[in-house]
């Protein structure tokens, strides 16, 4: 998949490492190297494939291609592409894994009404 | 002559370049009786945890959510294989270091999950990783939780493939050749017999078996 364009994402190009707290109220096209923190409430995060998360996310929606290891907490969908390589847990509403994508970690569905599966 | 004689030496050249394996893991389908008890649990009850320990599965992941259960996914084989694992023994043999394994994988509390899936794991990991992974999925499963595991039998061969499951009905399992990085096959280590396996479970409350027509016996554990 290309990348998103510029206009439309933010973009973290794969030569930049950030480490700490990324917030922001735009959508997060990752292709470089990112510890700590991601904050995106109600946009979407996507990894790009060099991307490298090692990081907790929050978002509206999240699209991984590359590597993140971290917990996911997306409002509407979580997306594994078939490269992606993703450690953690993941809450969301929807979940669409690609044939070919690794995934460890637990998953809880949410959905839209409030009602959470019971722990 | 030589051009046509060339062409039917090609046209067999071919044919044996065609019949080399196909790029795309074959799937195909069978009837589950111990997915069928699983299911009959999954459906009777709403919150369970449930975790996979096969190839992740976009299916069983929805399977299982669906239904309104928790999955965690952990692929023990793929991690089993990590060469950072490998250490020498005091002989100078190459061996697995279980601990590691362990400490790095099902790393969950005791009393955790409701059901574990275990698939065909035990006929494909490493000698030494087997029995140290089933007590340690004995710790992490609540009291009265179920395991499902398949074994090889002998007439299975040595060279049966190794398959990821996709659940996708009640008692309904799809089989997908697993493909490692090298697009090969993990190769069968082992085939159990009944008191193998039930050796390998003897801290369980009770086993059941199930044998089908396709050299594998279902167990089902209840912890």
């Given at each position: 998949m290309d990348a998103p364009k510029t206009g439309e994402y933010a973009h973290i190009g794969k030569s930049v490492v950030i480490k700490g707290e990324l917030s922001g109220s735009e959508d997060l096209y990752v292709d470089g190297q990112v510890d700590g923190s991601i904050e995106l409430r109600n946009n979407n995060l996507m990894v790009g494939p060099n991307g490298i998360v090692r990081a907790s996310v929050s978002a509206k929606g999240v699209t991984v291609q590359g590597k993140l290891d971290g917990k996911i907490n997306a409002s509407d969908r979580v997306e594994f592409r078939k490269s992606a390589i993703v450690t953690g847990d993941v809450v969301a509403q929807r979940i669409a894994i690609e044939d070919g994508a690794y995934f460890q970690g637990k998953v809880d569905i949410q959905k839209e009404s409030g009602k959470a599966s019971a722990s | 002559m030589a051009s046509v004689a060339d062409n039917v030496m090609r046209f067999f050249r071919g044919s044996s370049e065609r019949a080399?394996?196909?790029a795309v893991p074959q799937k195909r389908m069978r009837r589950s009786s111990g997915m069928g008890e699983i299911s009959r649990l999954l459906n009777s009850q709403e919150g369970l945890c449930v975790l996979d320990l096969g190839s992740t599965s976009a299916n069983n992941i929805n399977f299982l959510t669906e239904k309104g259960h928790k999955n965690y996914s952990e692929d023990l084989l793929r991690a089993s294989?990590?060469?950072?694992l490998r250490v020498k023994d005091e002989a100078g043999n190459v061996v697995v270091d279980c601990k590691k394994f362990l400490d790095e994988n099902l790393t969950y509390p005791n009393g955790v999950f409701d059901i574990v899936l275990v698939w065909n794991l035990p006929d494909y990991m490493e000698e030494n990783l087997v029995k140290p992974m089933i007590d340690r999925l004995w710790s992490v499963l609540k009291p009265g939780g179920l395991l499902l595991a398949f074994f090889h039998t002998r007439d299975a061969g040595p060279d049966s493939p190794c398959y990821r499951f996709h659940i996708t009905g009640t008692d309904m399992l799809e089989m997908q050749e697993v493909r490692l990085s090298d697009k090969h096959s993990p190769r069968l280590q082992r085939v159990f017999n009944n008191r193998h396996i039930e050796n390998l479970f003897r801290d369980f409350a009770s086993i059941k078996f199930f044998l089908a027509r396709d050299a594998i016996r279902e167990v089902l554990l209840v912890r």
């Open positions: - | 080399a394996e196909p294989l990590d060469p950072d």
